[in-house]
């Protein structure tokens, strides 16, 4: 879907975005791209918990909830034991604004039609949160103790990935 291809292109204009707020791709940058990351598949999943009409894709959203409602928790948490004061994600950053626009869409869909668009979202979702960790985020990070701990939680996302495509391929 369109929105889907927005979001993977917004996410992959990562560095580009940090420039225009008047920096590089730094740690409080990507710590505030994370959360922020976070925090809207949070959003995502729960609108689907309750409109999803398969059975799978409901149990799949509350996986992603927890998922990343646990990862961002820890994220923060190192955050605050580093001492990174995460860099606040603009509210015109492309994938805020897309994230507003894709969860409008989604509430405008019911059934098997919000299914796979939920489900062709988290695949183009995540494969962009892979990409940038892979290309942009991990080539980045200073601290060595944020670096492992983005690697640490990589795995999981290129589960969800899977999780999506075989979700999709179901319906």
């Not at 927005?6 to 730094?26: C, D, E, H, I, N």
């Not at 995502?44 to 909830?65: P, S």
């Not at 290129?158 to 979700?167: P, S, Y």
Request: no cysteine; net charge positive.
């Amino acid at each position: 879907m369109r929105f889907s291809l927005l979001a993977a292109a917004a996410l992959l204009a990562l560095p580009v975005s940090a420039r225009a707020q008047g920096g590089t791709l730094t740690d409080p940058v990507i710590v505030g791209i994370f959360d922020a990351a976070n925090t809207w598949d949070i959003g995502t999943g729960g609108l689907a918990r309750t409109k999803a009409g398969h059975k799978d894709v409901k149990a799949f959203a509350r996986m992603l909830v927890d998922a990343h409602t646990a990862v961002r928790k820890q994220g923060r948490a190192l955050a605050g034991k580093l001492g990174v004061t995460p860099v606040p994600v603009a509210r015109d950053f492309a994938l805020a604004v897309d994230y507003t626009d894709t969860m409008k869409k989604l509430e405008g869909l019911s059934g098997t039609a919000f299914d796979r668009a939920f489900l062709e979202h988290e695949i183009a979702y995540h494969q962009a949160v892979i990409d940038a960790v892979t290309k942009q985020f991990l080539p980045a990070i200073k601290n060595a103790e944020l670096k492992t701990f983005v690697e640490s939680v990589a795995p999981a996302f290129v589960a969800h990935l899977q999780g999506a495509k075989e979700l999709l391929a179901k319906l």
